[in-house]
């Protein structure tokens, strides 16, 4: 890999916003933490990737706020035609070297966390304070270099990342799990039901959970089933989560009340 072409790569970031550092393999090769807040400069960017190394440097760019990148990371090519199947396609998307897809999205503006093995996949979601392997860098692995899908790309196609895209696939998993194993349609009634309950902190949290115990009990669920159900729909539905000794004392309570 030339290091020219990883400067020329390092230049064009820079000119879209968005802030590069060199990486080992996939490794900061500098401290980077004030970079999430501030771009390099160009002069920085030379003495990085313009200088006669011994061993040339990846290309990493900082997602984020700072960037205004979200980037969704699929390890495999079965994960990454997964996510192109089932979200919103975007134009700007890069090809790993490792037989994995980069799909970049906007930044909605809201923090975004960085995520790994999202909904049982080899996918990671690269948000604040997180970085990604880009252009023209070599794989460590397969010695391939990292490419863009697309050479030209318009900037306002883009889609925005939406965080309702994974809760809404983390419910419909949980759902299905549910409804494969129990086929009476009074509990699978249930299941279906409490899926539309959302039980938010300071916006009456409590009753919400107890009512989701309760419509449990009454699907005819036994207890351990109702919290291992209700446990599931914790993971999604609850904001911030409840512990599962709070959920075990909800059910104990419906139950108590029958």
């Not at 996918?123 to 880009?134: K, N, P, Q, S």
């Not at 023209?136 to 391939?144: D, E, L, V």
């Not at 983390?170 to 549910?178: A, C, D, F, T, V």
């Amino acid at each position: 890999m030339s290091e020219n072409r990883v400067f020329t790569a390092a230049v064009q970031y820079h000119a879209l916003g968005w802030p590069c550092i060199p990486v080992t393999g996939k490794t900061p090769a500098v401290p980077w933490k004030a970079y999430q807040r501030r771009r390099p400069t160009i002069g920085q960017l030379k003495e990085w990737f313009s200088v006669p190394v011994t061993r040339p440097f990846n290309i990493a760019i900082l997602t984020g706020k700072v960037s205004g990148l979200v980037v969704v990371d699929c390890d495999t090519t079965r994960d990454a035609d997964w996510w192109q199947n089932t979200f919103p396609a975007t134009p700007l998307v890069s090809f790993s070297g490792g037989g994995g897809r980069h799909f970049y999205y906007r930044h909605p503006g809201e923090h975004v966390g960085n995520r790994t093995r999202v909904l049982e996949r080899q996918i990671d979601i690269r948000g604040d304070g997180g970085l990604v392997v880009a252009p023209p860098s070599i794989h460590s692995q397969t010695n391939q270099a990292y490419r863009w899908a697309n050479e030209y790309w318009d900037a306002d196609a883009i889609p925005c990342f939406c965080q309702s895209w994974i809760l809404q696939s983390r419910r419909q998993r949980s759902s299905n799990r549910w409804l494969s194993r129990h086929h009476d349609q009074s509990v699978r009634n249930g299941i279906a039901y409490i899926r539309r309950i959302e039980a938010v902190s300071g916006q009456g949290g409590h009753s919400q959970t107890f009512r989701a115990a309760c419509k449990l009990r009454d699907s005819g669920l036994s207890p351990e089933d109702a919290l291992e159900a209700l446990i599931e729909w914790n993971e999604t539905n609850a904001s911030p989560p409840w512990n599962e000794r709070e959920l075990a004392h909800k059910i104990e309570d419906a139950f108590r009340r029958a």
